[in-house]
């Protein structure tokens, strides 16, 4: 699934007690690693495909209390023009600054996730209802008893990134 919004019509893998079957770990971002400035450096069109930059910050109303300017700096290989350098660079920096990253262990079930799905978690723990997260990451473990498990790591989705 492309890094987009979701829709009424996408499919979220749901997860609960019934297929999670490890331990639920939930950790923040740290403060010193949070992205609040931008710079993406692309190919300008307008200019014989010379490197130019698009420039960007979080509003410092936006910031925690005691953040310091931390830059993102990323280059788009693929983006000609500062609209779509910088909306690729305006979503990964709203995106790295989510506050919650879950590492979970499935049953085999889980498998069919893929990074870039949005999945849904269900825990009474956490007090966790349908809160999606998207997944970051995919790994195929070994279950206690020897089958098929899936660690999946997913960083908190918030829609807000994608307007």
């Known amino acids: 699934m492309p890094n987009r ?14 297929n999670i079957i ?9 403060l010193e690693d949070l992205y609040n400035e931008l710079e993406v450096s692309y190919a300008n069109n307008l200019l014989r495909d010379q490197i130019d930059y698009y420039r960007d910050s979080v509003p410092v109303g936006d910031r925690n209390t005691g953040e310091f300017p931390n830059q993102l700096t990323m280059r788009t290989d693929l983006c000609n023009n500062n609209i ?20 979970l262990t499935a049953d085999y079930s889980a498998l069919q996730v893929e990074v ?14 349908d809160k999606p997260f998207r997944v970051s990451r995919v790994k195929e473990t070994e279950s206690e008893d020897g089958g098929l ?4 790591t997913g960083i908190e989705y918030d829609s807000a990134v994608y307007t």
């Open 5 to 18: 919004p979701t829709t009424n019509t996408d499919t979220i893998f749901v997860f609960n007690d019934d």
């Open 22 to 30: 490890g331990d639920i770990s939930i950790t923040s971002t740290n």
């Open 84 to 103: 779509h350098a910088g909306r690729v660079g305006l979503m990964e920096l709203y995106q790295s600054r989510a506050d919650k990253v879950v590492t």
């Open 116 to 129: 870039g799905d949005v999945i849904s978690l269900t825990n009474s723990v956490y007090g966790f209802v």
């Open 149 to 152: 498990a899936a660690e999946i």
